[in-house]
């Protein structure tokens, strides 16, 4: 079993890379969110590896991070999910973006992904939500949501990521600018304020 990979990038291609590791070629398949983060031809990569092998395959799966590694794992819990679907959803969302659109059940955003439908997405966020952590971006939002307040701000905090998302941002989004906002000011923020600063927030 291959747990890593230390070598000199050979070759890169749309879904994949060959890792030149003394000498031997290793072709390894890879997501976007990593490919994005592969230097130069010629120069020193490490990958963690998720070795499959199959009665008529041995296929090599390469990660820039662990967190990566882990949702791939993850997704593929879910009952319908291949490795194809895992990528597809890692490609585009990455790591963070996925524990976001999970967290605040955002089955719009999983849909993004190539091949990705809303029956799927639909299932990936139901099965994953309990078992996927939160972001502790996310966490004033999420127990908000919930109805506890917290930090005294609960109302405000719902309040201001309604009124994102009726000026055409997708939930995720609102909830991510609000959770940024609440950092920013005092825990008895009002919503207006919330929307401000997160307002700004979306325009960086």
Known sequence: MIGKLTGIVDEVGEDWLILDVGGVGYLVSCSGFTLRQVPAKGEPLSLLIDTYVREDQLRLFGFATGDERDWFRLLQSVQGVGARH???????????????????????????????????AG??????????????????????????????????????????????????????????????????????ALIRVGLKELAQ
């Open 86 to 120: 895992a990528m597809a959803m890692l490609g585009t969302l990455g790591p963070s973006g996925l524990a976001d659109a999970i967290a605040l059940e955002d089955k719009k955003a999983v849909t993004q992904a190539p091949g990705v439908g809303p029956k799927l």
């Open 123 to 192: 299932r990936i966020v139901s099965e994953l939500k309990d078992k996927a952590p939160v972001p502790d971006k996310l966490a004033p939002v999420l127990a908000s949501s919930d109805g506890e307040a917290v930090s005294g701000a609960g109302s405000a905090v719902r309040d201001a990521v309604s009124a994102l998302v009726n000026l055409g941002y997708a939930h995720a989004q609102a909830a991510t600018a609000v959770a940024a906002a609440t950092k920013q000011l005092d825990e008895a923020a009002s919503a207006e």
